[in-house]
């Protein structure tokens, strides 16, 4: 199955936690001031600047960007990325409930609806699980010459990626983040090379380029009970996923259709797919591993992790920023089913062919 969905879901979740923030419940503790105006600045500061993006994958897979943003909230938002070796150059642009992704030389690309931050449900839900799941230490430091705070988000458990973020002390805006993997590697970077303030409206007037030729992108919909029942002939497999992890939504897509769900702790994100089918299908780069129950398949993906499986006449994938351990201890819980037989594996295949 494709996992460029589970790529963008999940970037889009991580970005939901750094947009908007409220008071924790006295339980949790308060939030750090830095880390509330982080997250309170993307709706409110412009402006415009260079960024150096470095994420680790494997030898093979580091990728390094200059990116350089146009930041004017809450409409218009542009990034231009320029590789630091031998990856395509890309433009995404975001204007209103539209976003782009094109190929400058090329003009060509795709479009669809810009997910919503759903700052509402980010202020009842998100920062209380930050909080509960998450220790946070702060520090005065200083960046650009600009005075900052820096914050460090540490996970209760440590199967999951902690985080440090430099919040710049005028504006709120995150000036540089790393993110740790739970086996102490580091596997993202994002720092400002240049910063600077902008007023609000400096580019109400901009405009998405009409000389592309875009590829409009497959909808992806919140799904109802109704929808999934139907989507997977029946009730959807109860994945048991790891502690401090909660369902934000539930979403169709593609002409299976998959069905999405989206877990989130507050800072790192997990998302399952699923669909009908009892004869797993291996996403390419992963190896098999064998378990009590029966195989499973695994891949790293940065600070991610794959794990799939298949369990009462359903194929599941879980993707997330998460151990595999953990991953793989939700999916012996959840349930795995037995390695298929030859007959099995023809017998998905003339499903498949048939479309049955």
């Given amino acids: 199955m494709a996992h460029r969905p589970a790529e963008s879901l999940v970037r ?3 970005l939901v936690v ?3 923030a409220m008071p924790a419940p006295a339980r949790a503790g308060p939030a750090p001031p830095p880390l509330l105006q982080a997250v309170r600045a993307r709706a409110t500061v412009a402006y415009r600047g260079e960024q150096i993006v470095v994420t680790w994958g494997g030898a093979a897979r580091t990728q390094a960007f200059l990116v350089r943003i146009e930041r004017d ?6 990034l231009d990325y320029f590789p630091l070796g031998p990856n395509l150059r890309w433009t995404v642009i975001r204007r209103d409930a539209v976003e782009i992704r094109f190929d400058p030389l090329r ?23 930050l909080l509960e799941n998450y220790r946070t ?8 010459g600009r005075k900052t705070t820096r914050v460090e988000l540490a996970p209760a458990t440590h199967d999951r990626p902690m985080r440090r ?9 995150v000036l540089r983040s790393e993110r740790i993997g739970p086996d102490g590697s580091l596997g993202e970077v994002t720092a400002f090379l240049s910063f600077e303030v902008m007023p609000v409206g400096w580019r109400r007037d901009a405009i998405i380029p009409t000389d592309l030729h875009l590829t409009p992108q497959a909808p992806v919909r919140t799904a109802s009970a109704a929808d999934i029942v139907r989507a997977l002939g029946g009730p959807p497999v109860q994945v048991i996923v790891p502690a401090g992890f909660h369902k934000t939504g539930e979403y169709l897509t593609g002409d299976g259709p998959v069905v999405q769900t989206i877990y989130s702790d507050g800072l790192s994100t997990l998302v399952v797919y ?4 009892s004869v797993a299908s291996p996403p390419a780069g992963s190896r098999v591993v064998a378990t009590a129950s029966g195989p499973i398949w695994v891949q790293r993906l940065g600070l991610r992790t794959l794990v799939h499986w298949s369990h009462s006449g ?4 879980m993707v997330g920023e998460v151990s595999r351990g953990s991953l793989q201890t939700a999916a012996e819980r959840t349930g795995i089913a037995s390695a298929p037989r030859i007959w099995d594996h023809l017998l998905a295949w003339l499903q498949e062919l048939f479309h049955l």
């Fill in 274 to 277: 699923q669909r009908r089918g």
């Fill in 12 to 14: 889009v979740t991580l």
């Fill in 165 to 173: 973020i430099a919040v710049d002390a005028e504006t709120g805006v």
């Fill in 314 to 317: 359903r194929v599941l994938t």
């Fill in 18 to 20: 750094l947009v908007a």
């Fill in 73 to 78: 909230p809450p409409a218009w938002t542009r």
């Fill in 107 to 129: 003009l060509t690309g795709t479009t669809g609806a810009h997910l919503s931050s759903d700052d509402d449900t980010f202020e009842t839900v998100h920062l209380p699980w």
């Fill in 137 to 144: 230490v702060t520090a005065q430091d200083a960046l650009l």
